[in-house]
């Protein structure tokens, strides 16, 4: 079979696949891009370091292994690495599932260890300053903070706030109903400091919102200066600023937040596996990280005040 052919096959079959995620997975945008990025480069290492040759059905755990090292060599981190090993097992899998190939040898490799890195996070007088750094007496102001206390206050994802409609906030009960990760659905409770903030801005929402802006836009809870539904990009620029003000310049977003959020309900005594299902994580590891965060600063105090540490 030429070369080009079988090239075009495997971009087919990547088509296919980014498809399977958008339409019946119902996976994010940004999702399907990532997948598809780390699938075409994927493509690249075939072509540059095997010129071509390799048929995935053919396709071997070494093979596998010289993609990793291939991404190594151009200075791919640990964790990148591990997320593009995880993109082609679950691309390989979905190929052995429609029939295109009979196996999937990346199952057979396993990802490099992580180095460990604990998630940034603010203490809890950074994030209090970080919270209250918009203005509360201007429109724009009251929408900023409806974002940073709901972001601080409930733990939820950027996509997740972008996503939010005006009939999943019950301010009375003191819940939001978030559409996560495959569109599953969520309740997630928010405190006084986040409802308060959130009616604030939602007395005022109505000024903001376009004369001709779609219906579906209209339920939209966070608008831009425009009156146009917020975008995820259009968030972070301004959930960076206040970061910013808040920490001394710290390049921080609105994951920091959600890491903060889980840091600081941990500190406290919340249970491991209610933090779990606040964030929305399929899987308790995935949670335990922030276990680590509250030990580590527990060791740094007792070095610190400790006569014989």
């Not at 599932?97 to 007088?125: F, M």
């Not at 409806?146 to 019950?170: C, F, K, N, P």
């Not at 779609?214 to 831009?224: A, G, Q, T």
């Not at 937040?257 to 941990?266: G, P």
């Amino acid at each position: 079979m030429p070369r080009g052919h079988r090239l075009a096959i495997r971009l087919n079959s990547v088509a296919l696949f980014i498809r399977h995620l958008s339409r019946e997975r119902r996976l994010s945008p940004n999702t399907c891009q990532a997948y598809e990025k780390d699938l075409m480069q994927f493509e690249t290492f075939v072509r540059d370091e095997v010129d071509g040759d390799a048929n995935l059905h053919r396709l071997t755990r070494d093979d596998v292994r010289a993609f990793l090292g291939y991404l190594s060599r151009a200075g791919f981190s640990r964790r990148s690495i591990a997320r593009k090993l995880a993109s082609l097992r679950t691309f390989l899998s979905f190929l052995c599932r429609t029939g295109r190939i009979d196996r999937n040898p990346a199952l057979q490799v396993s990802p490099p260890k992580q180095e460990g890195k604990l998630p940034d996070h603010l203490n809890v007088s950074e994030a209090k300053r970080a919270v209250e750094a918009p203005p509360g007496d201007t429109l724009l102001g009251l929408r900023d903070r409806a974002i940073l206390e709901l972001l601080y206050g409930s733990g939820i994802r950027l996509r997740e706030l972008t996503g939010l409609t005006v009939d999943r906030i019950e301010l009375d009960g003191g819940v939001v109903r978030v559409l996560g990760k495959g569109n599953k659905e969520r309740v997630v409770p928010i405190g006084r400091s986040a409802k308060k903030a959130l009616q604030s801005y939602l007395n005022r929402r109505k000024e903001l919102i376009a004369s001709d802006i779609p219906e579906e836009d209209r339920r939209c809870v966070f608008l831009n200066r425009s009156g146009r539904p917020f975008s995820a990009s259009g968030v972070q620029h301004r959930v960076r600023r206040f970061l910013a003000e808040a920490t001394g310049g710290r390049r921080l977003g609105p994951h920091t937040l959600r890491h903060t959020f889980a840091t600081h309900l941990l500190d406290a005594g919340a249970d491991l596996n209610a933090v779990k299902e606040m964030l929305g994580h399929v899987s308790l590891s995935t949670t335990q990280i922030y276990t680590h965060v509250s030990v580590e600063r527990l060791k740094k105090a007792y070095r610190q005040a400790h006569p014989r540490a």
